[in-house]
């Protein structure tokens, strides 16, 4: 399978407890994204990389919230201190630069949810 | 700030008639528009897109229309099957001139009625 894919599909974890995610792109996308979706809403943006960068970080991304993408390959989102508001599917996506001002088109992992009791 | 506004949240429409959603958007800036489709537990899925400088796109069943001045655009399925059915999701960027994250709307249900 040459899409993005995420690890775990599912994560139930109590509350207070840590988690991370990892999400690994098209092999030849430079850019990675992390968005946030809960039931009935749209994906909403967490972050972005452009290969190993961190180029923008959300407001929503509370101080609870790291990512990583070490070797602008694969990326890790955590989540310190886990509370039931951050339940939700946490989608990553990729993409490829290029020469355009126009944003890239953005592929999506099949995402994974977690579910803080 | 930047809000994409997404209509209706929700549609039927029998099989075979046309289904038409619309969006707006208020960055200015926003130049590129694609629109996704996700079924239940399954991952946002593109399906068309188009970029500022065209006004209208096709793709077989599928259209989609930009309006600039008006900071609109709409997603447009003819001849709709059941397998139409899922929850479509428009989203806007300002690529290079802001950045590169999608601002995406609420998202319609769209139900196909055989």
């Known amino acids: 399978d040459t899409g993005v894919s995420q690890d775990p599909r599912h994560k139930i974890t109590k509350r207070g407890q840590n988690v991370t995610f990892r999400c690994d792109p098209i092999?030849?996308?430079?850019?990675l994204y992390w968005y946030r979706q809960t039931l009935g809403q749209g994906p909403e943006f967490l972050t972005y990389?452009?290969?190993?960068?961190?180029?923008?970080k959300s407001r929503l991304l509370s101080d609870r919230f790291s990512a990583e993408r070490p070797k602008g390959s694969f990326s890790t989102l955590e989540i310190q201190r886990t509370e039931q508001g951050d339940s939700a599917m946490y989608l990553c996506?990729?993409?490829?630069?290029?020469?355009?001002?126009?944003?890239?088109?953005?592929?999506f992992g099949p995402g994974t949810r977690l579910t803080v009791l | 700030g930047e809000n994409v506004e997404q209509h209706p949240s929700t549609l039927s429409v029998q099989e075979g008639d046309s289904a038409v959603i619309k969006c707006t958007y208020s960055d200015s800036a926003s130049n590129y528009f694609p629109w996704y489709k996700q079924e239940l537990g399954k991952r946002p899925q593109l399906i068309i897109d188009i970029r500022s400088n065209v006004g209208e796109k096709k793709d077989q069943r599928i259209a989609v229309t930009l309006n600039k001045t008006a900071k609109h655009f709409s997603l447009h399925i003819t001849e709709t099957q059941p397998e139409d059915s899922a929850v479509y999701f428009c989203?806007?960027?300002?690529?290079?001139?802001?950045?590169?994250?999608?601002?995406f709307g609420t998202g319609t249900r769209l139900k196909v009625l055989a």
């Open positions: 092999s030849e996308h430079n850019r």
């Open positions: 989203a806007a960027s300002t690529g290079a001139s802001g950045t590169y994250k999608y601002i």
């Open positions: 996506a990729s993409s490829q630069s290029g020469i355009s001002i126009h944003a890239d088109t953005q592929y």
């Open positions: 990389f452009q290969n190993e960068a961190q180029l923008e």
